[in-house]
């Protein structure tokens, strides 16, 4: 539903609006009206407003764009993650355990862990996010999770090619995802999303499910480079991707090859602690002149966070970034990653004409996102131009 009221946020302290060259300015307003921008400006100049919001000096800045989560699934991990905590190290492999979990749960259980989880996230400024299917792994699994994500997610990308699921033999899986599977996910997905790894699927196999998804008309992406030099850097570039993601493993040719496309490295900062893996090399990858996002890699095994702001802090503390590069990396830089930076449909940014998706920071400005790291400073979203409700708090609360 959008509002034909006009809205006016008032006494902005701080506004980040990720525009072209745009600075952060202060003392700034922001006119909504019908889910869209109307007006940018200084406070003092505001125009009139069927309803004023002063929010009193605070920072204002656009949504958090998380371009990379896997949130269609069932059961708990957390027993891998203490193991892992204890000194083992991450593998592939305990993907089966929650695929087993995600087959053995019902339509309704499955969605209310994604709206669960939708809502966690929206409540800390994410107002944009792509999640993908990956824990069905088999035709009526995968085509019901991508159902269900198309329900409440803004992008879904399919991941039929997470890991070969047991009981059947590569081949013949490789057929199934790049033939009905494919075909029965087709109708609620925008993308296609291959895990090229070790102990998941090779540069050969992975170029032939990204090829089959090229056909179907899909966007592509690349989980790659996370635990090995695994070939997926390389491979999105040749294959023009949107984003390969994790990055964690990258050699001179990969830097360079990046930096030469059009394809942007999503880092996962919250996955690389969750995995005691080396942090991705974000600082490098910038100096390179590669496009960089920020995103949040929820799952219930390498990185069970919705938070946004952890990594954006973590960006900032650890991976060596400015603020502003890891704000933009988890704004417009997701929304590079999922090609919706630009267009009437652009996220990512505050831009007269474009979509009224922004947050309310209870902090002056942007740096507090790593200045106060492990609070959260999120306190108002506007998501559509709809200013969005706080959460209601535990099960069973009433107010
Ligand atoms: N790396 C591959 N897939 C997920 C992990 C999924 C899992 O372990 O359940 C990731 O992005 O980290
Ligand atoms: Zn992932």
């Known amino acids: 539903m959008t ?12 506004l980040t609006t990720q525009a072209d060259g745009e600075p952060r300015r202060p003392d700034r307003a922001v006119l909504m009206q019908g889910g869209r921008i109307r007006w940018i400006g200084s406070a003092a100049n505001a ?30 991990r957390s027993a891998e993650f203490e193991a892992r905590m204890q000194g083992q190290p991450y ?8 695929v ?24 800390q400024g994410t107002t944009f996010l792509e999640t993908k299917t990956g824990y069905g792994l088999d035709v009526d699994s995968e085509a019901r999770t991508a159902r269900i994500g198309a329900r409440h997610a803004d992008v879904v990308s ?9 009981g059947i033999d590569v081949r013949d899986y490789l057929d199934l995802v790049t033939g009905p599977m494919l ?29 089959a998804g090229r056909t179907a ?19 999105a570039v040749e294959l023009g991707a949107a984003s390969v993601d994790h990055c964690n493993v990258v050699s001179p040719a990969d830097l360079a090859a990046l930096a030469a496309s059009g394809t942007v490295a999503t880092v996962l900062p919250a996955c690389d602690l969750s995995t005691r893996q080396p942090l991705a090399p974000a600082r490098r990858l910038l100096d390179a002149g590669v496009t960089v996002a920020i995103a949040t890699n929820c799952n219930p095994g390498t990185s069970y966070t919705t938070s946004m ?64 790291p492990g609070v959260p400073l999120t306190i108002a979203v506007w998501q559509h131009g709809q200013r969005m409700p706080r959460p209601s708090g535990l099960p069973g609360t009433t107010r």
């Open 3 to 14: 509002i034909e009221t006009s809205e006016l946020i008032t006494d902005i302290g701080e």
């Open 47 to 76: 125009p009139a407003a069927d309803t004023r919001v002063s929010v009193g000096g605070r920072a204002v800045l656009p949504g958090w764009v998380d371009s990379h989560t896997h949130l269609l699934f069932a059961g708990d």
């Open 91 to 98: 593998a592939a492999g305990g993907i089966r355990q929650t």
């Open 100 to 123: 087993e979990a995600t087959r053995a749960a019902t339509e309704a259980e499955l969605e209310s862990n994604l709206r669960r989880l939708g809502a966690e996230a929206l409540a």
């Open 158 to 166: 399919f991941l039929g090619a997470h890991v070969v699921p047991d």
């Open 183 to 211: 075909t029965a996910v087709r109708p609620w997905v925008s993308f296609i999303d291959v895990f090229c790894e070790n102990g998941a699927f090779d540069v050969e196999q992975s170029r032939e499910v990204l090829l």
């Open 217 to 235: 008309g899909l966007g592509l992406r690349v989980h790659g480079n996370q635990l090995g030099h695994g070939g997926g850097i390389a491979l």
């Open 309 to 372: 702001q952890f990594c954006v802090a973590t960006a900032v503390l650890q991976m060596e970034l400015t603020v502003e590069e890891a704000v933009w990396a988890a704004t417009r830089g997701g929304a590079q990653a999922l090609q919706r930076d630009t267009g009437p449909d652009a996220v990512g940014s505050l831009v007269v004409g474009g979509r009224a998706d922004l947050q309310v920071l209870d902090a002056p400005s942007v740096a507090h996102l790593a200045y106060r």
